[in-house]
T-cell receptor, first 116, second 111 residues
Framework: GAVVSQHPSRVICKSGTSVKIECRSL??????MFWYRQFPKQSLMLMATSNEGSKATYEQGVEKDKFLINHASLTLSTLTVTSAHPEDSSFYICSANLQGFEETQYFGPGTRLLVL | EDQVTQSPEALRLQEGESSSLNCSYT??????LFWYRQDPGKGPEFLFTLYSAGEEKEKERLKATLTKKESFLHITAPKPEDSATYLCAVPRGSTLGRLYFGRGTQLTVWP
């Protein structure tokens, strides 16, 4: 099956610093990837749609200047949390789908971010 | 506004005790309903996609069904390894990958 990886799996940073999270599709090309955030005991909340070669589309309420998304190739999307604050601490998960099989999303293992 | 509501929030079953999880939705023009399994600290794992009322899909001890207003995930003779959070989701907008998730049902199966 299709595999999506994320790096790092967990990161701890100081308040005010920036953190980059990578999402890779390992055995397929993904023109579109998605970024979700999940707080403890909560469900996944869609943050943005990442499109290869173009600007990301952000969901309402998500600050695009704080959560920078770059989809530089068909297998890599990155999410940068800029000037992170403790309230940004969360579980960040990306997903991707196979072209022609857009109904099935393959999720990465997630990145646990803790901002001190 | 599209809504996805899952119940119960938590369910504890003894091994072998069958039960069902519910996902009710209010979506105009449903283009699919998805079930995922999520283990603690992991990303969701795809289980099923259902497209039309009356459709059923099975995988091992799991069977998903769909009506015009809700979906059920039936678990037959569960085992401890079935313990996880089960999430349902529907697409939002025109992009299939943009999913609106319910809050999930946390299932615990004890021996």
């Amino acid at each position: 099956g299709a595999v999506v990886s994320q790096h790092p799996s967990r990161v701890i940073c100081k308040s005010g610093t920036s953190v980059k999270i990578e999402c890779r599709s390992l055995d397929f090309q993904a023109t579109t990837m998605f970024w979700y955030r999940q707080f403890p005991k909560q469900s996944l909340m869609l943050m943005a749609t990442s499109n290869e070669g173009s600007k990301a589309t952000y969901e309402q309420g998500v600050e695009k200047d704080k959560f920078l998304i770059n989809h530089a190739s068909l297998t890599l999307s990155t999410l940068t949390v800029t000037s992170a604050h403790p309230e940004d601490s969360s579980f960040y998960i990306c997903s991707a789908n196979l072209q022609g099989f857009e109904e099935t999303q393959y999720f990465g293992p997630g990145t646990r971010l803790l901002v001190l | 506004e599209d809504q996805v509501t899952q119940s119960p929030e938590a369910l504890r079953l003894q091994e072998g005790e069958s039960s069902s999880l519910n996902c009710s939705y209010t979506v105009s023009g449903l283009r699919g309903l998805f079930w995922y399994r999520q283990d603690p600290g992991k990303g969701p794992e795809f289980l099923f996609t259902l497209y039309s009322a009356g459709e059923e899909k099975e995988k091992e001890r799991l069977k998903a069904t769909l009506t015009k207003k809700e979906s059920f995930l039936h678990i037959t003779a569960p085992k401890p390894e079935d313990s996880a959070t089960y999430l349902c989701a529907v697409p939002r907008g025109s992009t299939l990958g943009r999913l609106y998730f319910g809050r999930g049902t946390q299932l615990t199966v004890w021996p």
